[in-house]
């Protein structure tokens, strides 16, 4: 079940991703037919095994000549992948003009169970946590509202195969997808660098389990991720992101140094405007990415409170739908709200992971 690298002559660690418990049912159940859409040259979708599409052995032979793999065992390990039917669905965005809603979003992510669960881990791991701020410049209360959004702590890490996720989303991405080439490309890359680490180790590539499109443990990395941001932080000479929360605090912590955090700034400050006076479409145009300074913001008529009037970076207005009914919310974000949502590419989820994070210091005070 788990693997070590065959003794990396480097300080590189080896990456162990130990399963966490008893192989669920990979979903193969309660499938609804998968929408038939298909390319002309494509029939029903998983009616062939990757073994004998041509596109997928292509693919294998690319990678084992790009990364110096084996050939057979590059071709093995892709052809034993299965298709999952119910995933590619889910990679398709919502119904266009659908309005979020902020406070609905929240309350999946934070409720007393989650924060209960979060100040036991923070308690567990205050020491790691603190070396990791040392280390990282990135404070626990981040950490902590990150592994919890994502895992619960490492309760919910996901029980598809990963090479199937991966596969399935490699060859076989919904084409309706109006980004389709892109995330197409990007599920590849993944699939080649989980390869890439597999091939490195003695684990049977068919083992490691994470979520229906292929991020592990209990932060939900990536197979590029990992190999790019994980460290070995309790100094055991591998990478365990399954079982080991020394590994998976010092990995996020790594992560968001690697994406630009900056010690000691907020992500957010709280932002007043006058609705007649504020260029709303100005402010929201760059969307997320911080593009005015706080004098241009003021001057837009958003004008950040407390320290955020001083703040010496950009901001980027950030709104926050409330449903069709209520007024949306609006933070001022920084560079640092900014990389939060380089983990994952949504203001609603790194307002989650800031306010879990907060939710559970608090309740850690008392
Ligand atoms: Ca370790």
New binding site residues.
Partial sequence: MRFLLPKPSRAS?AI?LLIACCVGSTGASAQKSASTRSGASSPVRGSTPYATRDDAMRFADDVAARRGLDREWVRATIGSARFLPNVPRLMLPGPVGTVKNWQTYRSRFIDPIRIAAGVRFWRENAATLARAEQVYGVPPEIVVGIIGVETIYGRNMGNFRVIDALATLSFDFPQGHPRAAEREAFFRGELESFLSTESRTAEDPLVPLGSYAGAMGMPQFMPSSIAKYAV?????????LVN?P??VIGSVASYFKGFGWTPGMPATYPVHFEEARLKKSLLLAPDILPTFSADSFVAAGAVPEGEGIRHKGLLALVELQNGADAPPTYVAGTRNFYVITRYNWSSYYAMSVLDLGQEVKAAMDQ
């Fill in positions: 660690a162990v070995d932080f309790d100094g055991d000479s591998r990478i365990d080991n020394a590994d």
